[in-house]
């Protein structure tokens, strides 16, 4: 059963910045792809970012439209860990943020998606 454990959340006021990790219990250098997602109170779990990746090389990163070029996902395969720095955190950024992973060849990282594995979230706070 594969685990996934994100760390990093808090709360901060708006303009400030917070870097959220997520350790894998599997091999992440064979992955697919792996994701952020958040999830605002009464709102729908939206896509933040995602790293497809192959044979090991991380090759192509997509952002949602929100993020605006504040966001950066990257990954460590070393580590077994995907990381999101944030900056210039905004309140609507409140969110539960969770990490998700796919090792499935050709597959996606997209909400729905009956191969991605999710781990529990992370809260994130953003006050004006």
């Known amino acids: 059963q594969v685990q ?5 959340g808090g709360s901060v006021q708006a303009g400030g910045s917070l870097t959220l990790s997520c350790a894998s219990s599997e091999n992440i250098a064979s992955v697919n792809c792996m994701a952020w997602f958040r ?3 009464g709102k729908e779990r939206q ?13 192509t990163r997509f952002y949602g439209r929100f993020v605006e070029g504040r966001f950066t996902i990257s990954q460590d395969n070393a580590k077994s860990t995907l990381s999101l720095r944030m900056n210039s955190l905004k309140p609507e950024d409140t ?7 796919n090792w499935e060849a050709d597959s996606t990282c997209e909400v729905g998606v009956e191969s991605l594995h999710w781990g529990q979230g992370t809260q994130v706070t953003v006050s004006s």
């Open 4 to 8: 996934l454990v994100e760390s990093g």
């Open 39 to 41: 999830q605002g109170p």
């Open 47 to 59: 896509r933040v970012a995602v790293l497809y990746t192959a044979g090991g090389t991380q090759y």
């Open 95 to 101: 969110a539960m943020y969770y990490c998700a992973a």
